[in-house]
């Protein structure tokens, strides 16, 4: 069974801290994706990672950065913490675009900024 | 741009009772589609997908799903609801194949009374 683990379930931080939240996954996926769950507002994709070192925004990428030196982690780094980025962030994984494949996703980890 | 648009916040059923949970989306292109499920406290569970072939898609816990071109649409059903459906259900559409990003739609509620 493919296995996506994220390194918290829950963390809290404070405003102005800088948080790293670590993805890890099992089954030498090259694709990494990194959402964001809202209420009310569904996932939305921060960023992804195509390859190791590569990476490409998504829709709301504005006050995150993000990490793949090898290929089965990726790291989300909020540079300063800010208290709307409390939220649940869901990291997933899949093979490269062409197979008929899916997306695996982690448990999540729900970040509360104070 | 790709959207999904699940018309109902929340959704109240008894046990037992039939379930269809709705789904359109907004693609020119045929739309790579999926259902997940996410339990309280839980990650997100793919309960099934539509890449190209048979519209209807049967789908994991008794659920399936008809792709309908003409109506953009791929409504979630169920013949008949147990306690343990109530959740939160995501639709969600990728571009290229399903291994690029994927744009959810904002989530139904689904409650089971008795």
Known sequence: DVKVTQSSR???????????????????HENMFWYRQDPGLGLRLIYFSYDVKMKEKGDIPEGYSVSREKKERFSLILESASTNQTSMYLCASSRPAGLEDEQYFGPGTRLTVT | AQSVTQPDIHITVSEGASLELRCNYSYGATPYLFWY????????????????????VQGIKGFEAEFKRSQSSFN??????????????????????GNTPLVFGKGTRLSVIA
């Open chain 1, 10 to 28: 829950y963390l809290v931080k404070r405003t102005g801290e800088k948080v790293f939240l670590e993805c890890v996954q099992d089954m030498d």
């Open chain 2, 37 to 56: 499920v996410q339990s309280p406290g839980q990650g997100l569970q793919l309960l099934l997908k539509y890449f190209s072939g048979d519209t209807l």
């Open chain 2, 76 to 97: 979630l059903r169920k013949p008949s609801v147990h306690w343990s459906d109530a959740a939160e259900y995501f639709c969600a559409v990728a571009e290229l194949s």
